[in-house]
Every structure is written in C-alpha cells, then in structure tokens.
C-alpha cells in the first residue's frame, strides 16, 4: 500500500522524466529552427529588395520603351541608342526576375519556421510548467512581471492587457 508521500514521489519522479523529455523536444525543435530561420530571413530581406528593384528597372523600360517623338526628327544614332537602352534594360530585368525567383523560393519555409516557432513558445511553457510541477508549485502560475516573446522577424511581443 502506498502512502500519501510515496505517491507524491512517484508523480515527482514521472515528472523529472516528463522535463527531462519536453527539454530534449524542445532542443530539437530549437536546433531546426535555427537551422532553417537565416535563409529564410536573408531570402526575406533579398526579396523586399529585389521588388524595388524589379520596380524600378520596369519603370525605366515603359519610359524608354515609348517611340520616339517623329515631330524631333530622331536621327539613327538616337533610334540605335533607344533601341540598345531597351535591350540594355530588359536583360537587366530578366536577370532581376531570376534573382527575385530564388528569393522567393528561399521564402518558402517561411510557414514551416513560424510553425516552429510556436511549438517552441509553447514547448517552452510546458518546460516552466513541469519545472514548477517538479518543485511542487502549481502549474502555468508565473511569478513576477510580463513575460513577452520575439516573433519571426525579430519584433519583441507584449501579451495583451
């Protein structure tokens, strides 16, 4: 028959091999995430800057694209020089669309890191609950000031009042 501070006991040690698990989990999860999250970020970054770019040369290309105004007279060192401007830009286009298509292929685990991300916020509560269950607190009771997180692009979070 088990008294009272054997069952007690017996609940304590399940919950040391319950921690000692949820932190091994916990690891593995982090050692993903942080193997994926860089590329990603990086691909973020190369994409947004990319946009402006695409922008940018597209914007050009409608400009020096338009036919030269026949009320000038554009001679044919002028029709030449449109023409390999043109040619000149588009080139450039093409490659910034194959550098933007990489970005964004880059992007794609974007979902995948922020999945991560949350098993890892809540792997993370379940780690201080067990810690507290092992000292013979009450579980998901946090002592002290607000607790806040980071989100996936780096801005830190207050949890609602």
Do not use: W
Request: glycine share 6%; charged share 25%.
């Amino acid at each position: 028959m088990n008294t009272l501070s054997e069952t007690q006991e017996q609940e304590r040690a399940a919950n040391v091999e319950k921690l000692k698990a949820a932190i091994k989990f916990g690891a593995e999860l982090q050692d993903e995430y942080d193997r994926s999250a860089p590329g990603v970020k990086q691909g973020q970054r190369d994409r947004i800057a990319l946009l402006l770019q695409v922008h940018s040369v597209r914007l050009d290309l409608e400009a020096r694209a338009k036919p030269l105004d026949e009320l000038t007279f554009p001679s044919a060192f002028q029709i030449n020089k449109q023409r390999d401007e043109v040619a000149m830009l588009t080139a450039k286009l093409t490659g910034l669309l194959d550098l933007l298509a990489d970005a964004e292929r880059r992007c794609e685990p974007l979902l995948e890191c922020v999945r991560l991300q949350n098993a890892i916020v809540n792997q993370r509560f379940a780690v201080r609950n067990l810690r507290t269950l092992v000292a013979g607190g009450r579980p998901g009771f946090l002592e002290g000031g607000l607790s806040t997180s980071v989100d996936f692009i780096g801005n830190t979070q207050m949890p609602p009042r």
